[in-house]
C-alpha cells in the first residue's frame, strides 16, 4: 500500500491503539470531560499557530483562501446530498443531514494531516488554517437549505413549536451554525495569534508547539475508540451507506487536490492540506446542529458515517493518498 | 408521612442540544427549580458515551404539581412529534417539607 511506512507516525500509531483496545474489549477509558477538553486545546493551539503565520501572510492569498473555502463549503454538500437520494437508500431529510457534514470539515484530521506532512519533512502553506475556521459552517447552511427543500418535497409542514418561541428556534440554529464554540474558539484563537507580540508568542510556545503533537496522540487515542465503538452500527446503514463514507471523501479528496493546486497555487503540502479538508467530514459542529434543526434524521447514521467510517479511512488510508494525489498534480 | 406533600417528578432524556429549550420551557411553566446531569448510555441514535459534544445526553428532573405537568407534557409532545430523540417519564413522588 502506497505511503503505508510513511503511516508509522505517533499520531495515527495512537489512533489505531484506541481502535484496537476497543475492539479487544480493554478497560481502557478516559475520564468523561477530556476528550472535550483536549479538543478545546488542539483548537486554540492551531487557531495560534495558523493566525500568527498568517499575520505575516499576503492578504490576497488569503482571500481567496476564503473564497475557495466557501466554494467547497457550498457545493461539496450539493454532491453528497443527490448522491444519497438517488442511492435511495435514506430519505430526502436523513440525506440532507448526512451531506452537510460532508461539506464541513474534521479538525482531528486537519491536524492528523499537520503531523503525517510534519513527520514525513513536508512544507505547508498555513492558508489551509483560515480554509479549516471558514468551512465550518457554510455547509451547516447548505444542509439547511437541503433540508427544508426536502420537508417541502415530502409535503412535511412544521408548525411552530410554542415551546420555541417563534423565530426564535431559527435564530437559534443559525446562531447555533455560525457562532458554535469550534468556529468561535478557532476564529478567536487565530486573531489572538495574527495579533500577538512575537515576544509573548515564544511564552507560549511551551503549552501551544512543545506538548501540541503529545496532546494530538491522546485525543486520537480517544478517536480511535469512539470510531471502534460505532462498528456495530454499520448492520443499520448497510453496505451502500458505509460505501459513501468512503467515496465521498475520495470526490472531496479529488476536488480539494484541484482547487489547492489549480485554483489556489498550493505546493504539495498545502494542496495536501485543502484535499484533506475537502475530504474531511465535521464529527463536532455540524451534527449538533443538525439534530437541532433535522430532528427527522437519525443521528446514528450520520454520526457513524462521519466518525466510524469516513474519519478512520481519511487517517488511515485518505491522508496518504492525497498527498500522493497531490505530488502527481504538482509534478505535473 | 404527614410531611410528604404529593407531587409529580418528570425526568427527561434528551440530546445535550436541547437542553436551552427545555429549559426555556420549564421556566415559561413556572418551574423554580430542576436538576440537570449529564449522562451516558445507548439508544435509537446508537452509542452515548459522553465523551463528545455529540454523543452526550442530558437528564433533567423537575418536580412539578399535577396542573402544571398538563402543560409542560403538551409542550415536550410538540417536540416529539417534530422528530426530536426525547424520553419522558412522570411519576408520583412525596415531597419532603418543613
Same mark, same amino acid.
Given at each position: 500500500?502506497?505511503?503505508?511506512? =510513511?503511516? !508509522?507516525?505517533?499520531?495515527?500509531? /495512537?489512533?489505531?491503539?484506541? /481502535?484496537?483496545?476497543? +475492539?479487544?474489549?480493554s478497560d481502557l477509558r478516559?475520564?468523561?470531560? !477530556?476528550?472535550?477538553? %483536549?479538543?478545546? &486545546?488542539?483548537?486554540m493551539a492551531i487557531g495560534i499557530h495558523g493566525g500568527y503565520e498568517l499575520g505575516h501572510a499576503q492578504l490576497l492569498t488569503a482571500l481567496n483562501s476564503v473564497f475557495w473555502a466557501v466554494v467547497l463549503g457550498l *457545493?461539496?454538500?450539493?454532491?453528497? &446530498?443527490?448522491?444519497?437520494?438517488?442511492?435511495?437508500?435514506? #430519505?430526502?431529510?436523513?440525506?440532507?443531514?448526512?451531506?452537510?457534514?460532508?461539506?464541513?470539515?474534521?479538525?482531528?484530521?486537519? !491536524? *492528523?494531516?499537520?503531523?503525517?506532512? #510534519?513527520? =514525513?519533512?513536508?512544507? &505547508?502553506?498555513?492558508?489551509?488554517?483560515?480554509?479549516l475556521a471558514v468551512m465550518e459552517s457554510p455547509a451547516i447552511v447548505?444542509? %439547511?437549505? +437541503?433540508?427544508?427543500?426536502?420537508?417541502?418535497?415530502?409535503?412535511?409542514?412544521? #408548525?411552530?413549536?410554542?415551546?420555541?418561541?417563534?423565530?426564535?428556534?431559527?435564530?437559534?440554529?443559525?446562531?447555533?451554525?455560525? +457562532?458554535?464554540?469550534?468556529v468561535v474558539l478557532l476564529a478567536g484563537s487565530m486573531l489572538i495569534g495574527a495579533v500577538v507580540a512575537p515576544k509573548s508568542m515564544a511564552a507560549l510556545n511551551p503549552f501551544v508547539t512543545d506538548i501540541f503533537m503529545g496532546a494530538l496522540c491522546l485525543f486520537l487515542l480517544e478517536m480511535g475508540m469512539e470510531a471502534a465503538l460505532r462498528i456495530?452500527?454499520?448492520?443499520?446503514?448497510g453496505l451502500v451507506l458505509a460505501a459513501f463514507g468512503v467515496l465521498m471523501p475520495l470526490v472531496g479528496g479529488l476536488v480539494g487536490v484541484l482547487v489547492g493546486r489549480a485554483a489556489l497555487g498550493f505546493g504539495v503540502g498545502g494542496t495536501t492540506m485543502v484535499a484533506? %479538508?475537502?475530504?474531511?467530514?465535521?464529527?463536532?459542529?455540524?451534527?449538533?446542529?443538525?439534530?437541532?434543526?433535522?430532528?427527522?434524521? =437519525?443521528?446514528?447514521?450520520?454520526?457513524?458515517?462521519?466518525?466510524?467510517? *469516513?474519519?478512520?479511512?481519511?487517517?488511515? /488510508?485518505?491522508?496518504? !493518498?492525497?498527498?500522493?494525489?497531490?505530488?502527481?498534480?504538482?509534478?505535473? | 408521612m404527614k410531611r410528604l406533600r404529593p407531587e409529580k417528578m418528570l425526568a427527561i432524556i434528551s440530546p445535550t442540544e436541547l437542553t436551552e429549550t427545555l429549559t426555556n420551557m420549564l421556566h415559561r411553566e413556572g418551574v423554580s427549580g430542576y436538576t440537570l446531569l449529564q449522562t451516558s448510555g445507548f439508544g435509537s441514535?446508537?452509542?452515548?458515551?459522553?465523551?463528545?459534544?455529540?454523543?452526550?445526553?442530558?437528564?433533567?428532573?423537575?418536580?412539578?404539581?399535577?396542573?402544571?405537568?398538563?402543560?409542560?407534557?403538551?409542550?415536550?409532545?410538540?417536540?416529539?412529534?417534530?422528530?426530536?430523540?426525547?424520553?419522558?417519564?412522570?411519576?408520583?413522588v412525596g415531597l419532603l417539607t418543613i
Open positions: 500500500m502506497y505511503g503505508f511506512s =510513511n503511516l !508509522l507516525i505517533p499520531a495515527v500509531l /495512537f489512533f489505531a491503539l484506541g /481502535f484496537l483496545a476497543r +475492539l479487544i474489549r478516559f475520564p468523561p470531560d !477530556l476528550a472535550k477538553a %483536549l479538543s478545546i &486545546y488542539l483548537l *457545493t461539496l454538500p450539493v454532491v453528497g &446530498y443527490f448522491v444519497l437520494v438517488f442511492s435511495r437508500k435514506v #430519505d430526502a431529510l436523513n440525506a440532507a443531514a448526512i451531506a452537510a457534514h460532508y461539506g464541513s470539515v474534521s479538525a482531528g484530521t486537519f !491536524l *492528523t494531516a499537520m503531523a503525517y506532512l #510534519d513527520s =514525513n519533512g513536508i512544507p &505547508y502553506e498555513k492558508y489551509p488554517v483560515i480554509m447548505v444542509g %439547511l437549505l +437541503l433540508a427544508a427543500w426536502s420537508r417541502r418535497r415530502l409535503g412535511i409542514v412544521r #408548525d411552530d413549536v410554542r415551546a420555541d418561541a417563534g423565530g426564535q428556534h431559527s435564530v437559534g440554529i443559525l446562531r447555533e451554525a455560525f +457562532l458554535n464554540g469550534s456495530s452500527e454499520f448492520r443499520r446503514m484533506v %479538508l475537502a475530504a474531511s467530514a465535521s464529527y463536532i459542529a455540524v451534527p449538533p446542529v443538525m439534530r437541532l434543526a433535522v430532528p427527522e434524521a =437519525n443521528p446514528s447514521f450520520y454520526i457513524t458515517l462521519s466518525l466510524g467510517i *469516513t474519519f478512520p479511512f481519511n487517517v488511515i /488510508f485518505g491522508i496518504p !493518498l492525497y498527498h500522493h494525489m497531490a505530488q502527481a498534480i504538482v509534478g505535473a | 441514535s446508537g452509542p452515548q458515551t459522553g465523551m463528545l459534544d455529540i454523543d452526550t445526553n442530558v437528564l433533567i428532573y423537575v418536580i412539578l404539581s399535577e396542573e402544571r405537568v398538563s402543560t409542560l407534557l403538551d409542550d415536550l409532545e410538540r417536540l416529539l412529534r417534530k422528530g426530536y430523540h426525547l424520553k419522558v417519564f412522570v411519576s408520583d
